[in-house]
Antibody, heavy 118, light 111 residues
Framework: EVQLVESGGGLIQPGGSLRLSCAAS????????MSWVRQAPGKGLEWVSV???????YYADSVKGRFTISRDNSKNTLYLQMNSLRAEDTAVYYC????????????WGQGTLVTVSS | QSALTQPASVSGSPGQSITISCTGT?????????VSWYQQHPGKAPKLMIY???NRPSGVSNRFSGSKSGNTASLTISGLQAEDEADYYC???????????FGGGTKLTVL
């Protein structure tokens, strides 16, 4: 059974850094494309970043240069390193397993809340 | 990096059919058959309902169907049920330095 469990969220001051983790089970992270998607309180979904199985990475313009997606094959875990955090980064962050072809997010975690506030 | 355009809300009575539109550009919706739809109940993670414009994942009711014409994709729910009341989001691949984009979301109310 595919499972994704996010962790690492919390309250952080503007300008600070945070690393989110997404522990996967039931499949191998490095063999799949994986995305991060976020949702600000009361707002819609926003795609954040993807790491392809081959290692290529892409980011939304809103986080480019500040966020870094990566994975640890030995831990079967996906990460999102978030630097220079802003109030507008406040959101629930979901990790998702993506399709091997095309573009869709087939499996989602339960999300972890990041609050950027002083 | 603008989002895809969806109506903010739609409503229908039990048993009726509704359609939610999702309008993009030739760089996303119109250029690829990579449109997907997600259902989200309050406080829950999104759930994939349609992928590659019109395909249903295993376990999703055949009351849900998808289509596309030009730069606009559509999700149709037939035989509305109370449990269908939720937020619905479209998503598409986008040919740019980024990769993905979502619609702003549509709140479905079952009257």
């Amino acid at each position: 059974e595919v499972q994704l469990v996010e962790s690492g969220g919390g309250l952080i001051q503007p300008g600070g850094s945070l690393r989110l983790s997404c522990a996967a089970s039931g499949f191998t992270v490095s063999s799949n494309h994986m995305s991060w998607v976020r949702q600000a309180p009361g707002k819609g979904l926003e795609w954040v970043s993807v790491i392809y199985s081959g290692g290529s990475t892409y980011y939304a313009d809103s986080v480019k240069g500040r966020f870094t997606i990566s994975r640890d094959n030995s831990k079967n875990t996906l990460y999102l390193q978030m630097n220079s955090l802003r109030a507008e980064d406040t959101a629930v962050y979901y990790c998702a397993r993506d399709s091997s072809s095309g573009w869709y997010h087939g499996y989602w975690g339960q999300g972890t809340l990041v609050t950027v506030s002083s | 990096q603008s989002a895809l355009t969806q109506p903010a809300s739609v409503s229908g009575s039990p048993g009726q059919s509704i359609t939610i539109s999702c309008t993009g550009t030739s760089s996303d919706v119109g250029g690829y058959n990579y449109v997907s739809w997600y259902q989200q109940h309050p406080g829950k993670a999104p759930k994939l309902m349609i992928y590659d414009v019109s395909n249903r994942p295993s376990g999703v009711s055949n009351r849900f169907s998808g289509s596309k014409s030009g730069n606009t994709a559509s999700l149709t729910i037939s035989g509305l049920q109370a449990e269908d009341e939720a937020d619905y989001y479209c998503s598409s691949y986008r040919s740019s330095s980024t990769r993905g984009v979502f619609g702003g979301g549509t709140k479905l109310t079952v009257l």
